[in-house]
């Protein structure tokens, strides 16, 4: 069994034990076995190891948890976001355009798209990312794009119902239908979690309900896109069917957050139903942002992710989006990276990932900045080092 010491860390982010609520220790140790996280001290303690890694006194922090992200499409969208930033407003219809590129190409550029935004995130510390579907939205090009985004991660999601395509544009109920039928079937095997964009122009609260009713029914999880562009019924629909996460959150009543606030656990430890926000949409269509503080002092459980798609939020940067909740969403930097990392991994049940904790995934990335802070403190600045994903150096 081979070891590998990840020493000389001047601050350790392990969202455990540890000071503050991020768990900080100082001048600490990390040994990963076989993938994992074996032991976590001060490294003055640290046990021999078949290998060392130096942190130089730098900040180690769990790998980000990109809990919200598209990558399974074709083509891009930047003379769309130039319309846009000339003064044309975001309505979500620029979807139906990525839809014909994506069905138009062929596994291999399909598969390429997702490895390279995929390579491009984990430059960028994300150890783990959700992927979803949505850009084909019929029964072959949902069950594809699901079946390549599977060979990278396991945490994919069925978005069948992103947009209603041009085809079934008067005929909303059959596309439902063909949604929670044979659409489903082919693409349950390759999901994890069914995903809805409920929202006005895409599917409003009864169509929602049904898809997200049979998701549940063929074993899995629920999470979908929710008040983005406007108030709605979708977070209160999530919190009603257990959503494990309500994706976007910018336009929130009070009995939206009181219905998110009622999820919270009897141990103190969050809400069951995550609040997911997307900052990088809210840059990238010049739109009002989320208010996270609202949130956080409900008590509701807030992630962050990156929402990576080519319409609305093209970037990969989990740093980028930690930046903008700190600057524009009114998070405290320690409130930023809980989210995107231990608030991401609630976002997906996951306990083993979003924290550095014996017995964890070992997913480690190792800061050019002796602290956490400098993530949001010096924004657009490449800091990180080094990358450890299951146990493995990049
Ligand atoms: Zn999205």
Same mark, same amino acid.
């Given at each position: ?24 220790? #100082? ?7 076989? =993938? ?13 190891? *078949?290998?060392?890694? *130096? ?10 948890? *990109? ?24 309505? !979500? ?17 399909? #598969? ?6 995929? =390579? ?22 949902? +069950? ?78 629920? #999470? ?39 999820? +919270? ?77 231990? !608030? ?18 070992? *997913? ?13 403190? #010096? ?16």
């Amino acid at each position: 069994m081979s070891s590998l010491l990840v020493d000389n860390i001047g601050e350790l982010v392990t969202n455990g034990v540890g000071e503050g609520p991020l768990g900080i220790r #100082r001048k600490a140790a990390v040994l990963i076995e076989e =993938g994992r996280v074996a032991w976590v001290g001060p490294a003055a303690y640290a046990p021999a190891a *078949d290998r060392r890694i *130096d942190a130089g006194g730098a900040a180690v922090l769990p790998g980000f948890v *990109d809990s919200h992200a598209h990558l399974v499409f074709a083509g891009d969208r930047a003379a769309e976001f130039a319309a846009r930033m000339a003064g044309e407003r975001y309505t !979500g219809g620029g979807i139906r355009t990525t839809v014909g590129a994506t069905r138009a190409a062929t596994d291999d550029e399909l #598969r390429a798209t997702v490895r390279r935004l995929r =390579g491009e995130a984990l430059r960028q510390g994300t150890t783990t990312i959700e992927i979803k579907s949505g850009y084909g939205l019929n029964v072959a090009d949902e +069950a594809r794009s699901l079946r390549i985004a599977t060979e990278t991660s396991s945490e994919t999601t069925f978005l069948g119902a992103h947009v209603v395509p041009p085809e079934y544009a008067d005929r909303p109920d059959d596309y439902v239908g063909l949604v929670c039928g044979p659409m489903l079937a082919a693409a349950a095997p390759y999901a994890k979690w069914i995903d809805v964009f409920c929202e006005r122009g895409a599917f409003d609260v009864d169509h929602a309900r049904a898809i997200l009713a049979c998701g549940q029914a063929a074993g899995l999880g629920v #999470r979908l896109h929710a008040n983005q562009l406007g108030p709605g019924p979708g977070v209160q629909l999530g919190v009603e069917l257990g959503a494990a996460s309500v994706d976007h959150c910018t336009h929130l009543s009070d009995a939206d957050i009181d219905a998110l606030a009622g999820t +919270a656990h009897s141990d103190g430890s969050g809400t069951s139903t995550v609040a997911t926000l997307l900052p990088g949409a809210e840059f990238s269509t010049r739109s009002p942002y989320p208010d996270a503080r609202r949130l956080l002092d409900a008590g509701v459980t807030v992630a962050l992710a990156t929402d990576c798609n080519p319409g609305s939020s093209y970037t990969s940067s989990m740093p980028f989006c930690i930046a903008l909740a700190v600057r524009e969403m009114r998070m405290t930097p320690a409130e930023a990276l809980w989210a995107a990392t231990a !608030g991401g991994a609630r976002a997906l049940r996951r306990d083993d990932v979003g924290v550095l904790i014996p017995g964890a995934r070992a *997913d480690l990335v190792v800061l050019d900045a002796p602290s956490y802070l400098h993530l949001a403190y #010096r924004p657009g600045v490449p800091l990180i080092h080094q990358v450890i994903r299951n146990g493995v150096p990049q």
